[in-house]
Each structure stands twice: as structure tokens, then as C-alpha cells.
């Protein structure tokens, strides 16, 4: 952790730096990540649409454990589920598939130049439909909690499922008491989220212009927020669900803390959702 001091705030220059920290605790451990189950399936059409799901040893099948969803980050540009050239995401379902007992599930999904706003919530939307429809990949149709995390860019495309009113009539499913669903939606977490992109770096403006096009503003996830405080008709965006934001203190202010702190701000005062 103390070398993590040396390296830049900014998300770009600092992803290089902090592989090369990281990776080699990542081998040093590969033996028993890689001796977690893992089986890859595909969730839609697209060539981007494949999950991995790893199951804990001591349940293979999954038989009534809870499911947790990692969408993981990449700048909207880059990002993949499982490399072979390391074992980054593979160790987090190794993690919580053996450590907490979850059938994880970590999917790929659209990138730009390609996706275009909201085809991350679209993904996301897609994979939980998946997960639903083919149960018996998971451990069965008897309800069960469902935990969704994402981290950056992925939290990004999280949020958009979970605010925007485009995903309404799946998320009342998942997040009603009804047992003709297998999952039940009961906390979701944003790990490193860039709320809002007012005054982007250079080199971020090529791409959130290719994503989000004219409506960046208010699809960006304060935007989506702001929107549920306004209408009061989608208060019940995530009803009992429990939301974390979380953020390092190595963040870049411009990029991270400062919109973090907005959003904090914003969603505190709404009395709307749970924390």
C-alpha cells in the first residue's frame, strides 16, 4: 500500500503503475484462483455479451447461495472479464465466490467506440435477465439476494440501471417480495464512480462525446439522480434496496472526490433512497 503514494492521481496515467504494483500479488496466488469454477456463458448477441460465473468449491452448483454481480471499469473503452495474460477480475471471483460463498458473476459488455448511453445499463439489464431465465445456472429458482457492485466506468453503467426509468419493470422485479423471481436485489455498491463530467480531461472528451452524445448532463449518474429528486414518480427507482458509495482517498479530486461529494450531498437531501 505505500507504494501506491508514487503513483499519479490521474486515472489514465495511473492504471500502468498500478498493475505493476499489484499483479505480482496477483501470481502469487494463482494456484488458488484459478482453482475456482468458473464457467463462461453468453447473455446476448453482441460479441461483447459473455459472463463468467465462479461458484464456491464447497457448493458447486450453487444451490442457494447469494448472487453478486461485479461490472468492473475501463474508461468506457477498454476492460475485460478474464485475460489471459493475468489474473485481474478472475481474483475477484475467486474472492467471493470462496471467501463470502457467492455465485459471482463478472460480464463483459459494450465499449465505445461501439456503445453508445444507455447500452451499459442495456447490458446490465440483459445479464440479470440472463441470470433469471437460466437459474439453473446459479443454483436454482428459489429466491435468493442479489448484490450488485461496479467500479468506475462500471459503476457508471450500475447506476444507469438502477436510476434510469428505461430499466423500471425489471427492477421492480427484482427488488419486489414476489417468489416468481429467483433474485432478490438487496444492496448495490459504487466503487470509484465518476458522477458527473462538467470539466473532463482532454483526453476523456472523444470518448464521453462518442457515449453519451447531446445528453451527457443529465444521463451522467447525478443527472440520473437529480432526475429522480425532481420526479417524485421515480422515488421508487430502487425501493429497499441499500446503496455505499465508496471512494479512495488516492482519487483524483477532479475527477472522482469532487462529483462524489456533489453526489453525496445531493442524495443525502432527497430522503428518497436508503445508505
Not at 180 to 192: E, I, M, N, T
Request: include cysteine.
Amino acid at each position: 500500500m505505500d507504494q501506491l503514494s508514487s503513483v499519479p492521481s490521474s486515472i489514465a496515467e495511473s492504471i500502468e503503475p498500478t498493475l505493476k504494483i499489484y499483479l505480482p500479488l496477483l501470481n502469487k496466488n494463482s494456484t488458488a484462483i484459478k482453482s475456482t469454477l468458473r464457467k463462461t456463458f453468453s447473455y446476448g448477441p453482441n460479441p461483447r455479451n459473455n459472463l463468467d460465473i465462479y461458484y464456491p468449491a464447497n457448493n458447486p452448483t450453487g444451490a442457494g447461495c447469494p448472487v453478486f454481480i461485479y461490472t468492473y471499469g475501463g474508461g468506457f473503452t477498454r476492460g475485460d472479464r478474464a485475460s489471459e495474460d493475468h489474473l485481474l477480475y478472475r481474483n475477484l471471483g475467486h474472492f467471493f465466490a470462496e471467501k463470502c460463498g457467492f455465485v459471482t458473476v463478472i460480464p463483459d459488455y459494450r465499449l465505445v467506440p461501439e456503445a453508445r448511453f444507455p447500452s451499459g445499463g442495456q447490458d446490465i439489464e440483459m445479464v440479470v435477465k440472463w441470470l433469471i431465465d437460466n437459474n439453473g445456472k446459479t443454483g436454482g429458482p428459489q429466491p435468493r439476494p442479489l448484490f450488485m457492485m461496479g467500479n468506475s466506468a462500471g459503476a457508471v453503467h450500475l447506476c444507469t440501471f438502477l436510476l434510469h426509468p428505461s430499466f423500471a419493470e425489471l427492477r421492480g422485479k427484482i427488488t419486489s417480495d414476489s417468489d416468481a423471481c429467483p433474485l432478490r436485489l438487496k444492496a448495490a455498491v459504487f466503487c470509484s464512480m465518476p458522477t458527473s463530467f462538467r470539466s473532463p480531461r482532454p483526453y476523456r472528451v472523444p470518448v464521453l462525446s462518442t457515449y453519451y452524445g447531446e445528453t451527457m448532463e443529465q444521463d451522467c449518474p447525478l443527472g440520473l439522480l437529480e432526475n429522480c429528486t425532481k420526479n417524485k414518480g421515480v422515488s421508487d427507482a430502487a425501493p429497499g434496496v441499500k446503496f455505499l458509495l465508496l471512494y479512495g482517498s488516492l482519487d483524483p479530486e477532479d475527477e472522482i472526490l469532487g462529483c462524489n461529494k456533489e453526489f453525496i450531498e445531493l442524495w443525502r437531501s432527497s430522503g428518497i433512497f436508503r445508505y
